[in-house]
């Protein structure tokens, strides 16, 4: 499984680390982990990604230039340093994850498809004008 911690109220343009660390599995096998969001009434969008294996990172378009993925194989650990965060940024964050070795461009499939094998329960994120 995956626990998740982080997360919290911020006013616009602040600043927020969420983390994701495995339970059960560890980062010495390659794995690609993805962070997801779900605001009220909207569908789930995919937001970042991160092959532990070589650190292959992929964002999307709303969140490129601001948040950061990083992985921390030591710990086991996946972060998403979210930086200038905007009202549109609010909603449950959640990590997850799946076996395999991952480029961009694969990372690109998982973040935007969603097929992941392990999911955490989820972190609130809300960000105020």
């Known amino acids: 499984q995956l626990v998740q911690s982080g997360g919290g109220l911020v006013q616009t343009g602040g600043s927020l680390r969420l983390s994701c660390t495995a339970s059960?599995?560890?980062?010495?096998?390659?794995?690609?982990i993805a962070w997801f969001r779900q605001a009220p009434g909207k569908e789930r969008e995919g937001v970042s990604g991160?092959?532990?294996?070589?650190?292959?990172?992929y964002y999307t378009s709303t969140v490129k230039g601001r948040f950061t993925i990083s992985s921390d194989n030591a710990k086991n650990t996946v972060y998403l340093q979210m930086n200038r965060l905007k009202p549109d940024d609010t909603a449950v964050y959640y990590c997850?994850?799946?076996?395999?070795?991952?480029?961009?461009?694969?990372?690109?499939?998982?973040?935007?498809?969603?097929?992941?094998?392990?999911w955490g329960k989820g972190t609130q994120v809300t960000v105020s004008s």
């Open positions: 991160i092959c532990t294996s070589d650190g292959a990172t």
């Open positions: 059960g599995f560890t980062f010495d096998e390659a794995y690609g």
């Open positions: 997850a994850g799946v076996r395999g070795v991952f480029n961009d461009y694969g990372l690109e499939y998982i973040v935007h498809k969603g097929d992941m094998d392990y």
